[in-house]
């Protein structure tokens, strides 16, 4: 994909958590946190709405609109 879509990182140091923190919480790979973060993979919508709602924000909160192609 290539593109920085997501805040995730932003909004975890913003939140004061760690990647640990997150996949514990979701029972996945530390390295899995890590990839979204660095936008080498891209979590399910479904998990990003748990992530929203662990972290507390809304899933446009963590997401970057601004890199998606014009339509």
Known sequence: MGRNINRIK????DKRKTNKWLSEQLNVAPSTVSKWCTNDSQP???TLMQIS???E???DDLLRFDE???T
Do not use: D, F, N
């Not at 932003?10 to 140091?13: A, K, N, T």
């Open 68 to 70: 998606l192609p014009a």
């Open 44 to 46: 399910s919508l479904e």
């Open 57 to 59: 924000v809304k899933v």
């Open 53 to 55: 709602r662990l972290l």
């Open 10 to 13: 932003v909004v975890l140091v």
